[in-house]
């Protein structure tokens, strides 16, 4: 059996391992992708130094960008995909999956192929986070995103006010975009001054400064009718929970990205994570405050089939929506750039942009 490089955790806040691990051969309905760029998210943070759902030594990673190098027999008689053919994906459910490492095996649906134009660099920082954006205003915030969207199409509730908490976190971006694209015209945003510009180049209406003593008032002023959609792309008990938990009002239906993190990580502690959004703050009665869960969107059959295929290309294709800035994470060895993109991460260098790196030098 044929082997190649992966990035793993060790244990507990451990410094990274490259270690060797089995290239699996594609089964009928799957391929095998040359792992060219990778992208660092803070999930790979808490199953480091948290440990969350982690059995040492796991390989970590879940989205990649590179090029298909074997196709198994139903993907080539189907003709989905082809050697040669670069593409993109949030891969994640088991260890041939898993992104961090120089060759994924994947059923062909986790992948898209990387539109004309756009590098791989870009491309690796949409997979998880539009995955996540989508599957949270479809499914936890009950918010209608018919596909193929009708060119006359305008929801019936398009000034209702929508709350993003942490738009310029990645899945924020995404959202944003999305909400615009159909027909959204009351998204309220909070973020850093200084991303406020670009947020409202992407859709949102109003912007305001998360870090600002008066936000609740300005955001209930901005909402006289009040908020019925949240989402908290942070999941911070202190830095964004406690803040919404004031805001929800009877009826509203909020989605928050978890981990729950009760505690960051430090360089010098543990971070300490809760998964039930109803137990860590209270909520006034009738509000419907769910944990977002990704890695379920493929329980619904038309997304597994559709979402990352054909849906994400196409709106990046046709520049509804556009990639995170990025930075590129340097380092002389792969194992070096994985473990300065975790560092990163953990000291909380990264805002408004994600953290790619170069999985292999060959």
Known sequence: MAYHSAIVTTALRAPLALIQVPTVPPAAEEVLVWVEFVASTPLDLHQNDGGLLVTHPQVLGDS??????????????????????RVFGFTWREQKEKGMQEFVTVGWWHLGKVPEGLSLQEAVTV?????????TLVTDLAIELPWPKPDDYVPSDNQASILVWGGSSSVGQYATQILHYYGYRNIISTASVKHHPMLQELGASKCFDYRSPHVLQQLFEAAPKGIKKILDCIGSLDGSIKAIAQIAERGARVAILLPVIVRDATETQHPEYAMDVM??????????????????????????WHLQPEIMPTLLEEGTIRPNRYRLVEGETTLERAQNALDILRRKE???????????EA
Not at 279 to 304: I, L, P, Q, S
């Open 64 to 85: 990649v960008a590179g090029t298909v190098v074997q196709t198994g027999e139903e993907v080539e008689k189907k003709g989905i995909l082809k050697v040669g053919d």
């Open 127 to 135: 997979p998880n986070n539009f995955v996540t954006a989508w599957h």
């Open 279 to 304: 137990e860590v703050v209270e909520w006034e009665d009738g509000v419907d405050a769910r944990g977002v869960r990704t890695h379920f969107y493929m329980d619904n059959v038309f997304r597994k």
């Open 350 to 360: 990264v805002s408004g942009e994600g953290l790619v790196w170069k999985m292999t």
